[in-house]
C-alpha cells in the first residue's frame, strides 16, 4: 500500500509498502508487458489482466509460473535493466498498475515508460545491478516479507537493511507534491483555468 500524505485532491505519495513480485531479465519491453493485440480495448479498465498476458501462459493457453501468476497481491515490482524499453504505449504501465503494481526497483528503466508510471503514481527507484539481483532472490526465498520503497529518502528497505537508489528528480517531485496526476491537478484549478482563459484576448467569442 501507498502512503498517500494528508489526502488531497491529488494524493502525495511518500512511501510504498507491501510485498515483491521479482521479474528477471533485462530489455523487458512494452510489447512483453501489454501484447500490441489488446491496445483496441476501448478503456484501461481490463489492463492488469493483460499484463504479460502471454508470457503467463504455456503453448496450451493454460497459466505457467510466470510471477505475474506465482505472487499474485504483490504491488512493488523488481526488475533488471533497460525495463520497459521499446514503444512509448501508455498501455504498459496501465496494465502494471491495474494488476497491483505501486512501485517498480531496477537496475534502470527506459525514460518514457517512467514518465508514464510517474503520470499513473508508480514509482521507479534505480539501484545498481547487484542490488536489484538481491532484492529479487530475496523476495524468491520470502516471498511475504515486507518491502518498502521511500520515495523522499530514495531507498528501498528490506530485511532489516536499507539500500540507497534513484528516483528521478521530476517524479520525486511530483509524488511528494501530489502532481502527478496532471488531470486531476486541471480539474481542482478549474476556475482558475476559466478566469486566465477569459482574461486572454484572442480567446473571445
Known amino acids: 500500500m501507498s502512503d498517500d500524505g494528508d489526502g488531497a485532491a491529488v ?3 511518500r512511501r510504498v509498502a507491501g510485498t515483491g513480485v521479482p521479474l528477471r531479465g533485462d530489455d ?12 483496441k480495448a476501448v478503456t484501461f ?3 492488469g ?28 515490482l523488481a526488475v533488471n535493466d533497460n525495463f520497459g524499453c521499446g514503444s512509448s504505449r501508455e498501455h504498459a504501465p496501465q496494465g502494471l498498475m491495474r494488476w497491483g503494481v505501486e512501485a517498480i526497483v531496477g537496475e534502470s528503466f527506459a525514460e518514457i515508460f ?27 526465498a ?5 518491502i518498502e520503497v521511500d520515495v523522499r529518502a530514495e531507498t528501498v528497505r528490506y530485511d532489516g537493511k536499507t539500500v540507497d537508489g534513484d528516483v528521478p528528480d521530476a517524479m ?27 482574461s486572454l484576448p484572442y480567446t473571445d467569442d
Open 11 to 13: 494524493p502525495a505519495i
Open 28 to 39: 523487458i519491453d512494452t510489447d512483453q508487458i501489454l501484447p500490441a493485440r489488446f491496445l
Open 45 to 47: 479498465d481490463d489492463m
Open 49 to 76: 489482466e493483460y499484463a504479460f498476458y502471454d508470457q503467463r501462459r504455456d503453448a496450451d493457453g493454460e497459466l505457467n509460473d510466470h510471477p505475474f501468476n506465482e505472487y499474485q497481491g504483490a504491488n512493488v
Open 114 to 140: 517512467q514518465d508514464n508510471c510517474k503520470s499513473l503514481g508508480i514509482a521507479t527507484l534505480a539501484v545498481d545491478h547487484e542490488d536489484a539481483v538481491d532484492l529479487q532472490d530475496f523476495i524468491e
Open 142 to 146: 520470502n516471498p511475504d516479507a515486507g
Open 172 to 198: 520525486r517531485e511530483a509524488l511528494l507534491e501530489g502532481i502527478w496526476d496532471t488531470t486531476a491537478v486541471m480539474r481542482t484549478n478549474l476556475d482558475r483555468a476559466k478566469e486566465v482563459n477569459d
